[in-house]
């Protein structure tokens, strides 16, 4: 094959490809995923579905005609011959008004076929609409160096302020959820691609989105703007619940942690034993991912092999090796506020900031190894290790991590 003929049958192969790719993008149905935007389930992702392929379609007409009269020109016109390719170029035009009045014409109708949905979508995506503001749930969202903490404005507990949780947003399905955006820290951006694009938290700005999940349902969110070392592993999950279960989960949030009644002796007590954990190991099973949300109803109810002297034990060993100092467990002895809130933590599905699932395994995991985990986390750098030196600071035996995880998965 000669060099111009196998340039001829890259471009085609390449051609074919770029069509071949540009397929899913019209249908949007072979572009699945956890975090896929062509998978809208509510309508503030729908309306930024319904913009983005608006300005495909526009640019995708643009697209072939502009191809179509390139490729037209450059055969009508390409040399055919030896005397061909040797002939003076064919006398040169310097412009026909027509031609040049209508192109700006067809330009400037694109772009406001592009520009009323924008603006229409910009408007509607800002803020609950009017005649639907009476039905508002408010949620505000607080972005750490890496996690998410949820503080819910409307169910307030006695001498204790607003209810608190972290990295999992229950919210009711089918009502619009006005999401305030705050940062303890750096820029984070609150990110749940199935429900609604992303908007930035800003240090000393009160930003907000809002978004709607139409049927209750298990979403996966990102941080989407890097903020350090951890960034890509700074996740969250929504769960949209009816009307009445998400009643029901209030009420249980606002309780005080749950405490275990000690029955058995600490030295029968059967410990769960990890080690060897990989780097980058997969946070996930393919059973969870089946089925999340079912998952997640699970996760409401106490485990099934509790062993109440072995949670008590953790319980102590919170305090004693200064946990309490980071995490608040409501009714416990946990008061810090600079970590996330443990009260409810064991009807979680997710751990390490939505990055493993709430399992004993991983739960051990994370407690052993948080810095293979997530890197930098504060966790490690000034809990486990000094600050300043690096040097070990604290130091957990695999009987301390075992009971600290039979406790937090108490708590449910
Ligand atoms: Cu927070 Cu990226």
Known sequence: MSSSASFRHSIRRGLSALFAASIPLYTGG???????????????????????????????????????VLAYATLKFKARNEADEHAEPPPQGHGNPLVELGLIGASVVALVFIAVPTLEAIWYTYDVPDDRRDQTYEVTAVGYQWWFKFEYPNEQIDGAGPLVTANELVIPAGRPVRVNLRTIDVIHSFWVPKLAGKVDMIPNRGNHLWLQADEPGYFWGQCAEFCGQSHAVMRFRVIALNEADFAAWTANQKKDARAVETTASADAAPRAQFAGFRVNEAGWSPEFDANPLDNWVQKQFPEKSENPALIAEGRRLFVEKACAGCHNIRGHEGVGITGPDLTHMGSRTTIAAGLLENTTRNLYRWISEPHHVKPGNKMWVGGYTDRETGNRILELTSEDVSALVAYLESLK
């Open 30 to 68: 072979w572009i699945g995923g956890h975090q896929s935007t062509f998978d809208a389930k509510g309508p503030v992702a729908a309306s930024q579905l319904d913009l983005f392929y608006v300005t495909l379609w526009v640019t995708g007409i643009i697209f072939v005609l502009v191809a179509a």
